[in-house]
């Protein structure tokens, strides 16, 4: 067999030679290609899982604080709602120890007054009767208002019935309030004055709730007005709502405390309510009636000069 020239195996292995360098030099290349698409790959997701770790990790920093914070809040809400209920259980155990005290007073006054009668039956002129009978009865209505606050005393606000509204003529309730307190301030020397001509007109609330509330108000102005002085039961009729007031010139109510007659056995000057009858559970009781309706309680008052609360009630075309 005849071998090929050496020159042509030379040149047949350096070709050889260079092919196989070229194909290795493509496959490197295209290794170190693949290599740094990868390499790039894996910075890119290693950017995206560490921006995503960081994320919840704010994520998991800010739930915990926020369950640290409502944790917190949640403890300071019971901690002021045990204070405010021991507060109001101390109120109502001094309201029963003072109205158990009070009521001494109107009782023997009572007695008094009946075992006068019967003594001195045939002695008293009608008149004379007739003065010992309205002593006895005005005592026998304090005993039954006192009587209502201490039962109204064991009541939670959350536990008052539920306003049932209706439409209603106000000035038959105007009518109603006006019977039932023009004699008692007659009584004590105060005018009172009942707006019912303004009043003909149809409201939508619970008919009973604001008798109470209004009687309230009416009570407490009673209550703090000397004699001489007057009381007046208002509205004013508005577009959709009628506004209703009651005015007096009592004592009035210093500006510091204003804030306050709404709570629960809040008394102003409690010497001042003693001597009155004061437990300190009017105002509470109607703000909270007017509350179930949706009305804002206003007061305004002026030492020595008087106070004037008023709320609105929904007006009806009827």
């Keep these: 067999m005849q071998l090929p020239p050496l020159s042509e195996t030379i040149s047949l292995s350096a070709g050889t030679a260079l092919l196989a360098t070229v194909l290795l030099l493509i496959v490197m290349g295209g290794s170190c290609y693949v290599l740094l698409t990868l390499l790039r790959r894996m910075r890119k997701l290693n950017k995206v899982v ?12 800010s739930s915990a604080f926020s369950v640290e914070d409502a944790i917190g809040s949640f403890k300071r809400r019971v901690e002021e709602e045990k204070a405010r209920r021991e507060k109001e259980d101390a109120a109502r155990r001094k309201l029963i120890a003072d109205v158990s005290h009070d009521l001494r007073t109107p009782i023997t006054a009572i007695q008094g007054y009946i075992e006068t009668l019967i003594t001195l039956e045939e002695k008293l002129s009608a008149t004379e009767r007739r003065d010992f009978l309205e002593s006895a009865l005005r005592n026998t209505q304090a005993i039954t208002l006192q009587i209502q606050d201490m039962l109204t005393a064991f009541a939670r606000p959350s536990e008052g019935r539920r306003a049932q ?73 508005k577009p959709a709502t009628v506004e209703i007031a009651v005015a007096d010139t009592g004592i009035g109510i210093p500006e510091s405390d204003l804030p306050h007659v709404v709570e629960r056995f809040y008394r102003v000057d409690k010497d001042r309510s003693r001597s009155t009858g004061g437990t300190g559970l009017g105002l509470a009781i109607a703000k909270e009636i007017l ?8 007061v305004t008052s002026e030492v020595g000069r008087g106070t004037r609360i008023w709320f609105e009630l929904e007006r009806r075309n009827g």
């Design 50 to 61: 560490a921006e995503a770790l960081s994320d919840q990790q704010e994520q998991l920093s």
């Design 165 to 237: 509204k209706k439409e209603f003529p106000l000035n038959e309730l105007f009518r109603d309030l006006e019977a039932r307190f023009v004699q008692r301030a007659s009584q004590k020397g105060v005018s009172l004055y009942v707006a019912n001509g303004e009043a003909k007109v149809n409201v939508y609330a619970d008919r009973a709730l604001m008798d109470r509330a209004i009687s309230n108000l009416l009570a407490n102005s009673l209550r703090y007005t000397p004699a001489g002085g007057t009381i007046r039961l208002d509205c004013e009729q």
């Design 291 to 298: 509350d179930s309706h949706g009305a804002q309680f206003n």
